[in-house]
């Protein structure tokens, strides 16, 4: 993907306690720049979030860490619709499929990836409102997403 540097790439793969707490921080604050609709800034954090579960699934292949890459993927699948990298939304679903297919856990796509799949191809301004009523799940307050 490229969003972590290599070597912060080796230090958390050495780590796995201080990747999970750094996946918290990112994630958190890519949910705060979606909030602020700063596309393409969630964009980069929600590119190293998903580095950093990917990190975490490679470790230890549990139904957790898929969970967490999927929403991980989920999210940043909404900011890039919304930023200035919407062409890349069918060759970011077909990446994170990709990754899924060489889980020796078996993943649930029709379960597991419907959303994915939704957030990717449906209207944009459908997603949004999905999106929304997420965010206030997770945030409390509503907030505006356009």
Same mark, same amino acid.
């Given at each position: 993907m490229g969003?972590?540097c ?7 793969t ?9 996946w ?6 890519a949910?705060?720049l979606?909030? /602020?609709e700063q $596309?393409?800034k969630?964009?980069i954090?929600?590119g190293n979030a998903? /580095?950093?579960s990917?990190?975490?699934l490679?470790?230890?292949?549990c139904e957790?860490n898929? /969970? ?7 999210e #940043? ?9 919407q062409?890349?939304t069918?060759?970011?679903y077909? #990446? ?5 297919n060489?889980?020796?856990?078996p993943?649930s796509f029709d379960t ?12 944009l301004a459908k997603?949004?409102q $999905? #999106?929304?009523?997420?965010?206030a799940?997770?945030h ?6 356009h």
């Amino acid at each position: 993907m490229g969003f972590l540097c290599s070597n912060h790439k080796q230090f958390l793969t050495a780590n796995p306690k201080v990747a999970q707490k750094k996946w918290h921080q990112i994630i958190r604050d890519a949910r705060q720049l979606v909030t /602020e609709e700063q $596309w393409s800034k969630a964009v980069i954090y929600y590119g190293n979030a998903l /580095e950093v579960s990917d990190i975490l699934l490679t470790l230890n292949s549990c139904e957790k860490n898929q /969970e967490r890459y999927v929403q991980t993927a989920l999210e #940043m699948m909404h900011a890039v619709r919304n930023s200035q990298h919407q062409a890349e939304t069918v060759a970011f679903y077909h #990446m994170v499929v990709n990754r899924l297919n060489k889980e020796p856990l078996p993943v649930s796509f029709d379960t597991k990836l419907s959303p994915l799949k939704e957030v990717a191809f449906e209207s944009l301004a459908k997603v949004n409102q $999905w #999106m929304q009523q997420w965010h206030a799940i997770i945030h409390g307050p509503s907030i505006q997403l356009h």
